[in-house]
């Protein structure tokens, strides 16, 4: 992923019909929405299923090496989706922003990136994982069960204010 700062944007112009702001001062930094996902304490994430329903479920996330990233087990509705179709949507509101990113979701393998998510997952959540063998487990639970960690590299995201007024579109290289 570019470290590059996305292009920031009005998602709406003057010839759209919308009560939505098309002052470009209202055009929010890309800062806001980065802060907005590291800040958060859960997230939704969207993915597809192999017949083409959408399934969403809320996950913790965590931000690491310059990117969100979750975590659910490879076995989980949420893991097969994404070992079949990457791509996916996360969502997240606070009070200051509403923010859609959406993305391509993908597994990680290396250990050294799994133990830099795996403490990253510790800070945030207290959340202990051991790493081994290119995966993630809950040593805690019985049966040591096996987790993945999905890094979202954003393609495109949307930041609603609170005021509902405004609105910016980012597109990342």
């Given at each position: 992923m570019s470290t590059a700062l996305p292009v920031a944007e009005l998602l709406f112009g003057e010839?759209?019909?919308?009560p939505i702001s098309t002052d470009e001062?209202?055009?929010k930094p890309w800062e806001q929405g980065r802060e907005c996902l590291r800040s958060a304490p859960?997230?939704?994430l969207s993915t597809v299923r192999p017949d083409g329903r959408a399934h969403a479920m809320?996950?913790?996330q965590v931000w690491a090496d310059d990117a969100p990233w979750i975590t659910t087990r490879p076995t989980s509705r949420k893991g097969r989706n994404l070992s079949g179709n990457p791509w996916c949507v996360v969502t997240v509101?606070?009070?200051?922003?509403?923010?859609?990113?959406?993305g391509e979701a993908v597994r990680a393998r290396d250990e050294a990136t799994l133990r830099r998510v795996a403490a990253a997952f510790e800070a945030k959540y207290g959340?202990?994982?051991?790493?081994?063998?290119?995966?993630?487990?809950?040593?805690?639970?019985?049966?040591?069960?096996?987790?993945g960690f999905y890094r979202i590299t954003p393609v495109r995201a949307f930041g609603y204010g609170a005021d509902g007024l405004?609105?910016?579109r980012w597109r990342f290289a």
């Open positions: 010839a759209d019909a919308t001062a209202t055009v859960k997230v939704w809320p996950v913790m509101s606070t009070e200051t922003l509403d923010l859609v990113v959406e959340w202990e994982l051991a790493v081994r063998d290119g995966s993630v487990y809950e040593d805690h639970l019985p049966g040591s069960p096996e987790y405004t609105a910016t």
